[in-house]
């Protein structure tokens, strides 16, 4: 049971980033397709922050309560041709207990250094990013479609039209990925609303708040046994954006997702507690 317990809390743990997702901002009243648009060479540094603390109730064992925090430090630069952006991760490190439970951390370093060209349509949702494929780092943690669902959350997601305090706009995605034997699934429906008209640390800025509702399931084996999983919940975010060009200044979001894990003659109820900041490096 030791072996599922950890196994678990680490194949949430890249689910908890898509939750969290920070791709919400806003821009100057008017049409969304005037931002993204950056002149060449212009580059904005983040620090990304994502923990997670899942609790278990075991049976005949109690409470069991792992940790886990993942950082990115990463470079967005503009290049020449409109909407598309070079993403550079410049580090990246994970902390976990799960290992004190014969869990295995996964290895980030591979991320460090990563070169992806990012490609955006109007609305600030990724058509493309390069370079994701057979890297050991975004493989071991879900794959190239959860990984770019993390490269979303860098970027603002835009309404279709004029964007000014009262507006509000909705995004629903979802993908699957596989992980430690599990074939697992993320769905979630994002709703924005752009409150006010404001400034940030002294720079013009919309402050935009979003409300998640979102599930993770899957199933397969481990170690010859069968397990399934099933978990829902709900998500609160708060955004500050530069008007004019949508950068992201400051983001910060919570969120839990409850359900359970059952397997061959045992259920042990699961619930997620997520935090997630994402701020501009100095």
């Keep these: 049971m030791k072996h599922v317990r950890a196994r678990f809390h680490l194949i949430a743990l890249m689910a908890a980033t898509a939750v969290l997702v920070a791709g919400c901002a806003g821009g100057m009243a008017g049409k969304a397709g005037g931002l993204h648009v950056w002149s060449a060479g212009t580059s904005v ?11 278990m109730e075991i049976p005949g064992q109690g409470e069991m309560v792992t940790t886990s925090t993942i950082t990115l430090d990463v470079t967005i630069e503009a290049t020449a041709t409109e909407r598309e952006f070079k993403f550079t991760v410049d580090d990246a490190s994970i902390s976990s207990d799960a290992a004190q439970m014969g869990g295995e951390i996964p290895d980030v370093s591979g991320l460090i250094g990563l070169e992806s060209m990012i490609h955006l349509d109007k609305r600030g949702g990724i058509t493309e990013a390069t370079n994701l494929e057979g890297n050991p780092s975004i493989e071991e943690q879900g794959g190239v479609e959860a990984f770019r669902e993390q490269l979303q959350g860098f970027i603002l997601y835009l309404p279709e039209g004029a964007l000014g305090p009262g507006v509000e706009w909705t995004r629903e995605y979802g993908f699957p990925f596989t992980q430690s034997g599990l074939e697992m699934e993320l769905t979630s429906i994002d709703k924005y609303r752009c409150i006010e008209a404001t400034t940030y640390e002294g720079v013009p800025a919309y402050k935009i708040t979003v409300s998640s509702d ?3 399931s899957g199933s397969g084996e481990q170690m010859g046994m069968p397990l ?3 978990l829902s919940g709900t998500g609160d975010g708060t955004f500050y954006v530069e008007t004019g060009t949508g950068r992201i200044l400051m983001a910060e979001s919570t969120g839990t997702l409850s359900g359970g894990i059952s397997g061959a003659g045992f259920d042990i109820p699961v619930e ?7 701020k501009q490096k100095k």
């Design 272 to 278: 997620m507690r997520m935090t997630s900041t994402l």
């Design 228 to 230: 399934d999983m099933a």
């Design 45 to 55: 540094s983040y620090e990304s922050t994502v923990g997670q603390s899942t609790f």
């Design 214 to 216: 979102a599930a993770l």
